[in-house]
């Protein structure tokens, strides 16, 4: 047993090393930053578990812990407490608190959604937010600068005030 343990640990020292001088890596398993095994400058395209806080550049694949950041791109499966992303998304965000500081194109599900940017696709959850929506925001509070879609919740403010700025349980806008 302590030999399948040492070799274990060995492949794993052995294979983290060669990791890191890759600028993408196919997995990533982090306690936190920078106890990980990729840098955090490093993108991953695969799978990515942060037990406690991990960030990547960009990541292609599936995202799954507790804090998840990344400096770049998303584009696939991001689940986690917090989950932040400085670049544009793709895909499906869960958590209790998500931020895109770019564009999302999917679905953002989770007590506070927050999208720099422009979302395409639903956002749903206790708070939502977007520079701009084309599809629908799902929530208690729902607030767009432009949108081209539906809002459904208890308070929906659309600034563009195209047709209506705001309007309780429906807002709606299909003009351009």
């Given amino acids: 047993m302590k030999n399948a343990c040492f070799i274990l640990t060995l492949i794993f020292l052995i294979g983290s090393s060669a990791l890191r001088a890759e600028s993408t890596s196919p997995i990533q ?14 993108s991953i395209t695969g799978l990515r578990i ?3 806080y991990g960030k990547n550049k960009d ?3 599936i995202d799954y812990g507790l804090v998840n950041m990344l400096s770049g791109d998303l584009s696939g499966l991001q689940f986690g407490l917090y989950n932040k992303v400085e670049g544009s998304a793709s895909g499906l965000q869960f958590g209790m608190v998500n931020i895109v500081e770019g564009d999302f194109t999917g679905w953002q599900e989770g007590v506070v959604n927050l999208v720099d940017g422009s979302v395409t696709g639903l ?3 206790f708070y939502n937010s977007s520079k701009s929506t ?8 729902n607030v767009t ?8 919740g208890l308070v929906n403010i659309n600034r563009a005030g195209d047709p209506f700025e705001f309007l309780p349980i429906i807002n709606f806008s299909f003009s351009k």
Avoid: K, R
């Fill in 123 to 125: 956002q749903s959850g």
């Fill in 59 to 61: 990541l292609t694949g």
């Fill in 145 to 152: 600068d432009n949108l081209h879609g539906l809002q459904i």
């Fill in 134 to 141: 084309q599809g629908v925001m799902l929530g208690i509070i």
């Fill in 50 to 52: 942060n037990f406690i």
């Fill in 29 to 42: 398993i982090s306690l936190f930053n920078p106890i990980q095994i990729v840098n955090e400058d490093h």
